[in-house]
Each structure stands twice: as structure tokens, then as C-alpha cells.
């Protein structure tokens, strides 16, 4: 059910750029995200730091876009949530020496921790790359260009999941996976 909710706002994101331009997408952007944020709170109680920052930043890059007229905005979006990503992950690791992907997952995943390690370069390389490739699309490509990205774009995270659980379940027992 989560992972359906996830799709939501950015299924209604195109749809509604298909429908009534930019402008009208990210209105519709914006408020399915909030919903989406209430369902997924009403589920687990509390949202994670990924969601809170994702709300944060649709919510501010939408209203400049909206108030301003200028697309430019909700386009940077994905390339700032990701580098946003990869900087948290670069600094919980290498500066307070904490893994945050263990601190998430360890209780789910029994892993080695040159495991973890390899687990959050790999994400943070991820991270980059998708924010490298939302700012290429971004200065080089149309706007429905770009929103075709973003549709089909969802390729790029589905090759990067199950390239992860490959890698991971090597180092997995059946009775490591913990319920």
C-alpha cells in the first residue's frame, strides 16, 4: 500500500501537465503530496526525515513556482532533493561516522558493515547521478520533454533497487531476514 502512495503525486503530476499545462500540475503537485504525506502519517504515526525533507521542498519550490510563474523552480526540484540526499548521507557517514542506511534498515538486515558501507556510497553515487541527470534534462530539454523523464525516468530507481537486492542477498541467510 505505501509503495502505491509513493507513485501517487507524480502519476497525478503528469496527468495534470497533460491536462492543463505546468502551471496546474504543480498546484495538483502540491496538494497530493500533502495527502499523500497525511495517508502515509496515518499509517505509521510519524513521517521519515526523506518524506519530511520531500514535502518541505515540493511545497516551497511549487509556491515559487506558482507565485513567480516560472517553471524553472519545480523542475530543480528533484535535482536539489537528491543532492540533499547524498550530502546527508555523505556527512552522517564520513562525519558523525554514522551509516544512516543501518540506522534505517539494520533491524531488518543482518549485513556485514563493509556491507552497509558499500550499501550508502552506492546510494550516494545514486543520489548524484539522479541529480545530475534531473539538471541535465532540465537545461538542455523541453518542458514536456522533462516531464517525460520524470515519467519514464522511474527506471532509473527500479534498476538501482533490484541491482541493491542483488548485491545484498548474497550476504543474507533465511534466517537473517528479521520480520
Known amino acids: 500500500m505505501k509503495q502505491i502512495l509513493e507513485f501517487i503525486p507524480l502519476v497525478l503530476f503528469v496527468l495534470a501537465y497533460k491536462l492543463k499545462g505546468i502551471y496546474f500540475a504543480t498546484g495538483v503537485l502540491m496538494a497530493a503530496t500533502v495527502l499523500q504525506m497525511a495517508a502515509l502519517y496515518a499509517i505509521d504515526k510519524k513521517l521519515s526525515p526523506m518524506h519530511k525533507v520531500t514535502l518541505v521542498l515540493i511545497l516551497v519550490f511549487g509556491a515559487l513556482t506558482l507565485l513567480l510563474r516560472d517553471e524553472r523552480f519545480i523542475k530543480w526540484k528533484p535535482t536539489v532533493l537528491y543532492t540533499v540526499m547524498a550530502l546527508a548521507l ?74 541493491q537486492g542483488m548485491y545484498i542477498m548474497k550476504y543474507l541467510k533465511d534466517d537473517d531476514l528479521k520480520t
Open 90 to 163: 555523505a556527512v552522517a557517514l564520513w562525519g558523525f561516522k554514522k551509516n544512516v542506511l543501518r540506522i534505517m534498515l539494520g533491524s531488518q538486515l543482518n549485513l556485514p558493515e563493509p556491507v552497509w558501507h558499500k550499501l550508502a556510497i552506492a546510494w550516494m553515487a545514486y543520489c548524484l547521478f539522479m541529480a545530475a541527470i534531473n539538471a541535465f534534462m532540465v537545461v538542455y530539454f523541453t518542458t514536456d520533454q522533462w516531464m517525460s523523464f520524470k515519467l519514464w525516468g522511474y527506471v532509473f530507481p527500479l534498476i538501482f533497487i533490484v541491482g
